[in-house]
Nanobody, 119 residues
């Protein structure tokens, strides 16, 4: 059974920084793309940042230049460094990963971590 466990959320003032971590565990053959999504109250879940297995990255326009996604393949972990945070970044942040196990490749989600940015 694969699990994604997130950490690092919290309350921060506007202009501050937070670093989110998401570690995958279980019987894992290979982790393909990993990503961070976020969902603000009353809004749909949206992609914030993604990173492929070869390290190429993709960002939502709203976070470009402020957020950096990275991964440590040896630790099966993806990170999201968030700088210059704005109140509109307030959301639950979810880790997502496409993981190959003995049953094939599937998408997995973490439980979410709350990020609150005060003005």
């Amino acid at each position: 059974q694969v699990q994604l466990v997130e950490s690092g959320g919290g309350l921060v003032q506007a202009g501050g920084s937070l670093r989110l971590s998401c570690a995958a565990s279980g019987i894992i053959f290979r982790i393909n793309a990993m990503a961070w999504y976020r969902q603000a109250p009353g809004k749909e879940r949206e992609l914030a940042a993604a990173i492929s297995s070869d390290g190429s990255t993709n960002y939502a326009n709203s976070v470009k230049g402020r957020f950096t996604i990275s991964r440590d393949s040896a630790k099966n972990t993806v990170y999201l460094q968030m700088n210059s945070l704005k109140p509109e970044d307030t959301a639950v942040y979810y880790c997502n990963a496409n993981i190959r196990t003995y049953t094939g490749s599937n998408n997995y989600w973490g439980q979410g971590t709350q990020v609150t940015v005060s003005s």
